[in-house]
Structures are given as structure tokens and as C-alpha cells.
């Protein structure tokens, strides 16, 4: 079958900076609204095309958050060894496959990152690595001069409530310290770096979100709101105990959450480059967190990959496991009739379900659209 991937790279870098840029970015948008429309009335057109892999490179984390299970009970002790990643990004190249994120548990201690970072620059593949920050500022200039360039960094909070969340007293000031150097050395014109913010009840709180939105806007800053999870394997389930209501919100909450959107939406209209997520997708974020896994919006995880730091291949971060790097290589994984199978079944949600990639499903679904646009 004709690598979609490459052709569309290929027509990509002809149309960058032409004046045919900016309407075929419309034009491409539209065909996905109307490919996404037309699937859900017959799930043989949707067709497995992975554009991003999601590489986490460790189980290993220098943090404990409240409701993750990374450096403990989630493939503990595990690392993707440095021979197998290579391998996999060459793959990478060949399947035409052109957006790598590194990340982990927590990927600054893997000895071998800067060497991911390289190789990935020498296969002329765009790249971000997402981290905790406590380590940034003394990783970061290796990590630049091998040809990073972007960086995300996961945010639980501010001051005390940070500390509570990853259970590591004064942690996040050394995150502001880091954070701060890092700016300091590498200005938003050569490193861009965003915030990927971690909405949960510790974080749900109007105060917080006014502070947090100053705290990006003097590090110079974009911010993502990602939002807790209730299927993801690495985790804190919810079970009869109600392990994870600590972090979780119900339907008492939604006024709260409303104000927070709103708090969110004025920011985003005021400076549109200061949040990432569109303003629909903030309009969903009270549906999302209060209704869970009842919110069933098709899901595009057809267009990425998951690999663990076991060598682990799934199509999502959740669920549908294709394969292992230590057995076979990603090209040996990839457009078989399973991946076909898996693209449909995620689609459809026949899993698990999960909030990932909402602001995009939101913008896809034609019924979310109508919903969450204001009349």
C-alpha cells in the first residue's frame, strides 16, 4: 500500500512557506471532519496512519504522584535499551512516521537520551521530550547542542499543592528554579517550552488557575490542559474503594469546573497563544471529567503509536497491543490486518475507553462541534 505518511510530508515541506500554505491547512481540516463524519457511518474507511509515536523511554521517575504508578508498580525497573530505540527510530523514518515524543516515568534519566535526541535529529524527524523539569536545567544544553528543540513539561500544581501531589517536599521549587535557568539560557525563540497542565481536584481551584497562568506567562510559556485520567495502565484505577476520588471529579463539582473554563476561555480570547487547546475543547472539559467513560466520542488513536520502556507496542497508551521491539521490528508491526482490526475497534471504542486526544475529538465529531460552539 502507498506510504500516505511520506506523501503527505513530502507535499508538506513544497507547500511551507508558499502563499498555498495556510488555505491547505484548511483544506486538509475539512477533509478530516468530513473522513471522520463519513467513518462513523462505516468503520471500513478508517484505515490505521500513524503520524506520532508516543516513546516512553523509562519507568523510571525521580517523582511519586499521587495517581501514577511509574517508578513503582508500572513496568518497574524497566528501560528501553539504546540498540532497540535506534532501531525503532530508523523504523521510523522508513514508515514515513514523522513526530517522536520522549518521555517516561521520566525521561532525563535515561543515560541514553541524548543519543534518542540525536539520532532522531539525523533522520530529519520532528521530536519533543516531556519531563518532570527537576533535572532540566542541568540536562538541558547536551540535550540542545544534540538537537532539541521543544519541550513540554507535566505541572501538578503550585507551591504546597505540587509537593503533595508528587509527595516530594520542596519539589517544586526546584521545578521553578529549573524551569527558570532553563529560560534564562535558552530564550522561547529557540526552545519553545509548554506547560502540560494536570486538571484534577488539586489542582480545580479558581486561585490555582489564575496563578498557574501567570506562572507560564512569566517562563514565556504556552499551557495544555490535560485532564486526570480514569483508564490509562500506569494510572490509579477507581475501584469500590474509590482509590483515585482524590483526584477525581463528580457531578457536584460542575459549577466549579464551569468557572475554571470560564476563567480558561477568557484567558484563551484575551491571549490565543497562551493556551494550546481550542475554545471548544475547554467547553468540554466539565463533560469529560464528570461524565468519564460515558463521553463516547470516536477515538483517532489510528494515527499514533505507544511503545513502553519494555519494548511494549500498542496502538494507544491504553490498550491494543500489537508487539514487542526485543521480538520484531516496528516495520514488521505496522498495516497488518491486527493493526487494521485495532484501528477500527479504537475507533469504535471498543475499549476501555479514555480522555486522551479530546480537544481533537471534540473538533473532529460533528455533533461535539455543534454542542460545544457557542450559539
Known amino acids: 500500500m502507498p506510504n500516505t505518511n511520506k506523501i503527505e510530508r513530502s507535499v508538506k515541506s513544497a507547500l511551507q512557506g508558499s502563499p498555498l500554505y495556510a488555505p491547505a491547512k484548511v483544506v ?28 516512553s523511554l523509562t519507568a523510571n521517575c525521580n517523582l511519586r504522584c499521587g495517581a501514577c504508578c511509574y517508578g513503582r508498580d508500572f513496568m518497574h525497573g524497566t528501560q528501553l535499551p539504546w540498540e532497540i530505540g535506534a532501531q525503532l527510530i ?26 534518542f ?26 540535550l540542545v547542542e544534540a538537537g532539541l528543540r521543544k519541550v513540554s513539561v507535566g505541572l501538578y500544581g503550585l507551591g504546597q499543592d505540587y509537593d503533595d501531589y508528587v509527595q516530594r517536599k520542596g519539589s517544586f521549587e526546584l521545578v521553578r528554579k529549573s524551569l527558570t535557568e532553563t529560560r534564562r539560557r535558552h530564550g522561547a525563540d529557540k526552545l519553545p517550552m509548554s506547560l502540560d497542565w494536570l486538571l484534577m481536584r488539586g489542582t480545580g481551584k479558581p486561585e490555582t488557575v489564575r496563578d498557574t497562568l501567570k506562572f507560564a506567562r512569566d517562563l514565556d510559556m504556552q499551557i495544555y490542559i490535560n485532564l486526570i485520567h480514569y483508564s490509562l495502565p500506569y494510572f490509579v484505577k477507581k475501584d469500590g474503594a474509590g482509590d483515585n476520588q482524590p483526584f477525581w471529579f463528580e457531578e457536584e463539582d460542575r459549577p466549579l ?4 473554563c470560564g476563567m480558561l476561555l477568557e484567558a484563551k480570547q484575551k491571549e490565543p497563544d497562551l493556551i494550546r487547546n481550542t475554545e471548544r475543547g475547554i467547553r468540554s472539559i466539565p463533560d469529560w471529567l464528570i461524565r468519564k467513560e460515558k463521553m463516547r466520542l470516536p477515538c483517532t488513536s489510528y494515527d499514533m503509536l505507544w511503545i513502553g520502556p519494555d519494548g511494549t507496542v500498542q496502538l494507544c497508551f491504553v490498550t491494543f497491543k500489537m508487539g514487542d521491539l526485543h521480538k520484531q521490528r ?7 490486518e491486527k493493526h487494521k482490526r485495532f484501528s477500527r475497534d479504537a475507533f469504535n471504542l471498543n475499549c476501555p475507553n479514555c480522555n486522551c486526544g479530546y480537544d481533537k475529538r471534540v473538533n473532529l465529531h460533528r455533533q461535539s462541534r455543534a454542542l460545544y460552539t457557542p450559539t
Open 117 to 142: 535526541v540525536a539520532r532522531i535529529r539525523d533522520r530529519g524527524l520532528n521530536m519533543y521530550v516531556t519531563t518532570n523539569g527537576l533535572l532540566l536545567d542541568k540536562k538541558i544544553d547536551k
Open 28 to 55: 486538509k481540516e475539512h477533509m478530516r471532519r468530513a473522513h471522520f463524519s463519513m467513518a462513523q457511518v462505516s468503520d471500513k474507511l478508517v484505515r490505521p496512519a500513524p503520524h506520532e509515536v508516543f516513546l
Open 330 to 336: 516496528l516495520t514488521e508491526m505496522l498495516f497488518t
Open 90 to 115: 530508523d523504523d521510523c523514518k522508513e514508515l514515513g512516521i514523522g513526530n517522536i515524543r520522549l518521555y517516561g516515568g521520566e525521561p532525563l534519566l535515561h543515560r541514553d537520551l541524548d543519543k
Open 257 to 260: 469546573l464551569d468557572d475554571i
